[in-house]
């Protein structure tokens, strides 16, 4: 889709820029203990401030449902915000005036009652602190909120830097992408990623299901999975998938050999077989060798990646080992320039980082519930504000 960036913009000298970002950060003891979603801000305050703009982020954290939780403060993320920007940070509620400082952090959005049901009377309130809107939380994208939505009507509009590099990577994925286009999904179960799938088989030419999703296309096709996690009730949704897979010309790839244990823990006594000869008593954890180096070459042999979700259970060794081997030849072949990778998602971001490869990636997504509505192939509110 088209959007103005903040290029787009003059000179703002004198201008004051509402930044809709993500300070959604973990805390121990009162303190950021990871401060990656701070960092993400630091490319859009800089531009900003740049161009001689004053900047006042708007944020949310936590989910205090429109009432005042002081637990739920954003008062306490300034001291480590302003470290990262390098630069005086101030604080201010909304309805009192802003402080001398030229970037400011307003308290929490979510204690405001219409900030979720997307008022636009709070959007006024909000608009009244600037000249322009900027949108850099692409985390937040998919929710239709005051500070996301509305206000992006209010004001000249743009993305900011960290979500304009998300939008552009997520075109070249799925918009306009140079084939064959590969999506690894994965995870625990289908009915969480069944709008994902459906989508997907519609737009790329090889999709490779791992996790316990797979379990549940495997016993769709007849085979015994014995005691792993299937939606045994969804067999029959998983073969209209791949039945409108081969309509759409695209090729679903599942294991043809797993890692198989009885015991549910890191180490367990486990064994390689093929798919049809599951035990009744046995639990399917990850995919085998063989299937790992047949998917890797599917992925060699492709222009174009996108990925959400573990081949298995990534956090238990040995059964990490397909989601490791397919992520280091993703890694490898973006290295080496033949392939265009994005991945997004908790759980994948947290398997890059186990097999060592999560800067090795074209575009890594931090963002949840968004990035997976958009593999949905739905409209998100927040960008879409910014048309």
Not at 143 to 169: D, I, K
Not at 279 to 296: K, Q, R, Y
Request: with cysteine.
């Amino acid at each position: 889709m088209a959007f103005k960036s903040i290029v787009d913009f003059g000179d703002l000298t004198g201008k004051t820029a509402l930044v809709r970002v993500d300070l959604n950060v973990p805390m121990t003891d009162g303190k950021v203990s990871d401060d990656t979603r701070l960092q993400a801000v630091k490319p859009t305050v800089d531009a900003l401030t740049a161009k001689g703009a004053r900047v006042v982020l708007l944020a949310h954290f936590g989910r205090p449902k429109g009432q005042v939780v002081p637990a739920m403060s954003l008062k306490p993320v300034v001291p480590a915000l302003a470290a990262v920007l390098g630069c005086a940070v101030g604080f201010v509620e909304l309805g009192d005036d802003l402080p001398p400082s030229d970037v400011v952090v307003m308290e929490n959005t979510r204690f405001e009652p219409g900030e979720s049901s997307n008022d636009i009377e709070l959007a006024k309130r909000y608009a009244a602190y600037g000249d322009i809107y900027v949108n850099d939380a692409f985390s937040c994208a998919h929710r239709a909120h005051a500070s996301t939505e509305a206000l992006a009507h209010l004001l000249p509009s743009a993305a900011g830097e960290t979500m304009a590099a998300e939008l552009v990577a997520l075109e070249k994925v799925l918009g306009d992408p140079v084939r064959p286009v590969c999506a690894v999904v994965g995870g625990a179960k289908v009915s969480s990623k069944l709008a994902v799938l459906e989508n997907l088989v519609e737009k790329v030419d090889h999709l490779i299901i791992g996790g316990g999703m797979a379990n549940t296309f495997l016993a769709a096709k007849g085979y015994h999975v014995g005691a792993s996690l299937c939606e045994h009730e969804l067999t029959g949704t998983a073969l209209a998938i791949l039945t409108n897979a081969e309509k759409h010309g695209c090729k679903v790839h599942l294991p043809s050999d797993v890692v198989v244990a009885k015991d549910f823990r890191a180490h367990a006594d486990n064994e390689v077989k093929t798919v049809d000869n599951v035990a009744e008593d046995e639990m399917i954890l990850d995919a085998g060798p063989s299937s790992a180096e047949a998917l890797g070459y599917i992925i060699e042999g492709c222009k174009t990646l996108v990925w959400n979700g573990p081949m298995g259970a990534f956090e238990m060794e040995p059964f990490d080992m397909a989601t490791v081997a397919l992520a280091r030849t993703a890694a490898k072949a973006t290295i080496e320039g033949t392939l265009l990778s994005v991945a997004g998602g908790g759980d994948t971001v947290a398997a890059l980082a186990h097999a060592g490869v999560r800067g090795d990636f074209t575009h890594i997504s931090t963002a949840g519930g968004a990035f997976l509505e958009w593999m949905e192939g739905r409209t998100l509110p927040g960008v879409a504000a910014l048309g």
